[in-house]
């Protein structure tokens, strides 16, 4: 510990803190950066932006904005800017939950290509993030919500939906990893993306 930390009661964990809020706010930005990247490929109709790693299935365009959102709200804690961070994971929250209704009910929202259509799935996954990715990042929206709180006892409580976030997405890499497809959720319609896995991880880690 430094100096200062010796004579200064609470300076070390002070400093803790400021560097624990930069690297969330960087891995906030890679977040956002995979679903700009992503949301660019879809625009353009490049599949390459959009899986991003060989072997990888498309990480769907709704699934990047949601990456855009929360990674930004993850880019923002720590500042007075809560009105946005909300509206921000308020917004991811609805389209994840919408889709695991979605995934529930055998239904279609119409949100699924709502920004744009997706030409490389097949028919019955077209636009649709797989139900790991929509229950993670409700999860994680839900958990962003909760660090948001003033009462501390919400705070805390919110640390339950990050990890079991947080849990999906590393099964999903460690699926990837291995060759166990039933760990990324791969059905006979969707899959979760490699990067979408990842991008769980970091938004949670970044939090």
Not at 97 to 115: C, F, N, P, R
Not at 142 to 167: H, I
Request: contains cysteine; positive net charge.
């Amino acid at each position: 510990m430094s100096r200062a930390g010796e004579l200064i009661p609470g300076a070390g964990s002070a400093d803790d803190r400021s560097v624990a809020r930069i690297v969330g706010r960087l891995l906030g930005g890679v977040v956002v950066a995979l679903g700009v990247v992503a949301l660019v490929g879809w625009a353009l109709g490049l599949r390459a932006l959009t899986e991003l790693f060989a072997g990888s299935s498309s990480l769907k365009a709704n699934t990047a904005l949601c990456f855009v959102a929360l990674g930004t709200a993850v880019v923002l804690r720590g500042t007075e800017r809560q009105r946005i961070r909300t509206v921000l994971e308020v917004a991811a929250a609805v389209v994840a939950v919408t889709t695991t209704v979605e995934h529930a009910k055998g239904v279609s929202a119409g949100i699924d290509q709502l920004l744009f259509p997706d030409p490389f799935d097949p028919a019955d996954a077209v636009g649709r993030m797989s139900l790991g990715s929509s229950i993670a990042l409700a999860l994680t929206a839900l958990g962003l919500l909760g660090l948001d709180s003033l009462r501390r006892s919400v705070r805390v409580a919110a640390q339950v939906p990050l990890l079991l976030a947080g849990g999906i997405g590393l099964v999903g890499l460690v699926g990837y990893a291995s060759g166990l497809n039933r760990l990324y959720w791969q059905s006979d319609v969707t899959t979760m993306a490699i990067p979408t896995a990842a991008g769980i991880s970091l938004l949670v880690t970044g939090a």
